[in-house]
Each structure stands twice: as C-alpha cells, then as structure tokens.
C-alpha cells in the first residue's frame, strides 16, 4: 500500500471497493455479474501475470476489444502492475493499429474474442510485441487470457502515481499519422473528480458504458464512476434498442452519449416502449449538440438531469461542466443552456487572440486550457507538443467565446471555420440553424472552394424519413436565424453520415468530398 508521500493513483477506488463493499455487484457484462472481491482478485492476478510475462514499470499494454468487463480488467490491472495504457481504436485497420503498437513500443497485447481474426496480420506488423492474450480461439504463439489469469499468483499492487505515466492514447490521425496523447496518473484523476463531482455519489448508482471505452470520454467516465462507487454495465456496441434494453432491465442512473446517439435512441420506432426512467444523469459531449436535438431530448425524458462535458484527449477529457442546475427554464431564457459550462475545478479557461492577449468577454477566441488534467506532451513529438503548450497553456483548436460569467461556448474548431468572401463563419451556428428543420435528421457544414468567394458553405444533410431535399426552403429557414452570407451555397444529401468510432461526425472526409466535387465541376 502506498505511503504519506504517494499523489493521485488510479487504483485507489479500487482499494476502497474492495475494503467497504467486497460483495456488492461491480460489474454487468450481459449474463455475467461479478462483485468487487472478485474484480479485486482478478486485477491482482492480471497484474501478477503481466509481471511475470516480462511487464516492467512504465511499459505499455494494448487491448483490442469491444466494451465489455475485459475493459475494467484492463485498466485496473495494468495500473496495479505499475503498466501504462495503449487502449486500441477498434475502428482502424491493421497498419494503423501496427503503427500505434510499435510508435510507443507496446508489448502485451490483449485482444477479445471479436477481433482475435487480426491477431496473425498484427503478429507479422507489429515487432514489438512479446506477448498476446486472446479470450477468442486460441491462435498459434497467443495465451488464452482466462486460464493464464485463473493461473496467475496475485501481486500486491505497484502504486504507479502522480506524474507517473498512466495511458497514451493516439488521436484519431484525420491529419497524418496519429498522436500519442501522454496523460498522466494525477491528469486522469483530476479529470475523474471533476466529472464525479457534478454529481452526488448516491448508493445505487449505476453507469452504463456504451461509448467505446478506447475514447477519453468513455474512459473518464469509468474512472469518475469508480470513485461514485458505481455498478458498471456494458453493452458492446451502441445498438439503440440493446441500449435501452439494457437501462430498462439494468436500472442504469448514469450514462453517456454523444449527440449522435442520442439521435439514434430518439428516432428508434421503439423509443416510447422502452422505460428509461432511472436514467438520472445524462452526459452528452465529445461533440457539438444542436440546440433542436436537445431541446427534444429534454421533452422525451424529463426526469433526467442533463450534465454537458466539453474537452479533450489532450486535457482527459473534460475541462468544462454544464450541470444539471443549466438545463433549467432560466438557463434557457437566458441562453445559458447552449453553452458548455464553466471550467472544473481542475481546468483554468482563456480565451486568446492570435498574438496571445486575452479576448474580452463576448468575444471570439482561441480556447486556452492549463491545470492538472492536462497531457505532459505527445509521445516522440517534441515541436507538436511545443506547438500544443505554449507557457504552460494548452491551445485546444477551438474557437470560443466566454461570457461574463464564465461560461463557455464553442463557435468552431479553427480548422472548421469557413472564410467566405472575408468574412468568418462558424459551422455550429449555420448546423444550429438547419437542424431546426422538421425535415432535417442529421447535418453538418463544411468549406467548399469558390473561385470568386474563395470558400463557400457547403451544406451535407440526412433528410428525415417522408421528406424530401429542398435547398430554396432549407435556405429561407437559415435565413430567419442567421445572415444570408452564412446560409449553405451547396447542399448534398446523404443516407448516413461519416462517423468516427467515438461517434463524431468526420467533417475531415465531408471536407475532402466536397474539394473533389469542386473539382470534378470545374474540370468540365
């Protein structure tokens, strides 16, 4: 155990669980249940089996899985063996996953039993690798990951802490290769008190995870239920009707979506079959909600209290909370309630002009992040983590703007700003304004080249069931709300939108569709 001197460490919830309620349930995994006496004993085993496998201080190991209690195994485990996290994007093809094994030279390597198919071509991609561990088939020179751990000798717990590595988790890599983000034991428990303290740690409280647990957000989210002593509940992929499904059977009080599953949920035919009444805090983030699609999911489940998270892999995903107090009638005469919230306790804000001065409330600016739960910098990128920490603040990318208050709200990412014709505008504002649509069930802006404006917005929609694309009407309705230098030039539907595995829309792929476009129509 650790000693008067020991920082934050990532196991200590754990410690904590096991010593006050050893037989209350921790985990739901479909049919399965486990208590935390047996989640104890199986993350002391994994860690003795790591240990043994050749896991020194500071090593990393990666899991390749779906959303299961292999993922608590996991992190509680590797953190107990002193280990650091590579968790794997589940949505990247063997060469992409090769390269983040091998950038960090990770060797143990976990992969559940849907993915075990990969094992051979990540054998022969990634070198580095010394050790595979598979709950699937077993594959030739892997071990099967439940008898190694039924085998294993449990070990006392290593206690890596404060500003010991405890993850690198790779960014999405729409701009190159990905990055490997260096968040640290104090960064993530910063994080996780934040998020847990927006809420009461009530007896009974349930978390259900559905967003991939590879994300900071989803991973924030078990850390921060770990210290509200909640049960955990995975489903294995956000499937809208298993989802619910699971609240209703499970009694959930806790979940996060982000707005794209929030849609799905609504829009399911079998949405109003389902009691989703436990639900007692719902936390959307990880990308922008329109206020449309809020504004309904406040009417289809009244008894929630809505919680928005804004952050990053960069900060551990959240430097800003808009609680439930927020979503009230006075934060939506005031506006209040379309804004992300005020920094946490473990977050400071600026909002920065391009020379670096501070911008004054109300008006648009860099977001500037610095306090414990920022990254210590990329793994082997010493100028991109120059660039991302400047004189201890984080430049986040994000344009914003914060009120007097202290609230914050997002305008754009920078690289998602539109210059038409010298004048700047926002993607949020002009989404903001199609979604209000009746006939519009997903939307997202863009930048198109023009030749004589220089950029033009470019409008790409999902047009609800029973509806029909129609740009003249689609534009008198932007126009009630927002200037006609803002209003989409283009539009293009589509049947389904890009989206990346954590549920963001890729306007990175909508973007570079829409450059090809323009030049497919200008080479005629």
Known sequence: MPDARTGAYLTQPLHRLIRELPNAIATVDRGRRR?????????????????????????????????????LDYMLGVWW???????????????????????????????DDHFSPMIPALRAAAPTLRLILTTGPAAPECVDYESALAAATPVTDRVRNGEDLAAILYTGGTTGRPKGVMLTHRALTASAMSHAGSGECAPGACMMHTAPLFHVGAMAGVIAALLRRSRHVFVPAFEPEAVMGAIQHNGVTDVFLVPTMIQALLDHPRFPDHDLSSIERLIYAASPISPALLDRTVAAMPRAGFVQAYGMTETSAIVTLLGPSDHDPAAYASGRVRSVGRATMSAELRIAAPDGCDMPPGEAGEILVRGESVMTG???RPQETADALQAGWMHTGDLGRMDEAGYLYIMDRLKDMILTGGENVYSAEVEAALASHPSVQQCAVVARPDERWGEVVHAVLVIRPGHALDPQALTAHCRQSIAGYKCPRSFEQRTVMPLSAAGKILKATLRDDARRLESGSSSH
């Open 81 to 111: 063996a002193g280990g650091v996290l590579n968790p794997v994007n589940i949505r990247w093809t063997v060469d992409e996953i090769a390269f983040s094994l091998t950038d960090c030279t990770t060797s143990i390597l976990i992969v």
């Open 35 to 71: 208590t935390w006496a047996q989640v104890g004993d199986r993350i002391a085993r994994l860690a003795g089996l790591l240990i043994d496998a050749g896991l020194r201080p500071g090593d990393r190991v990666a899991l390749l899985a779906q959303n299961s209690d292999l993922y």
């Open 378 to 380: 990329y793994w082997n």
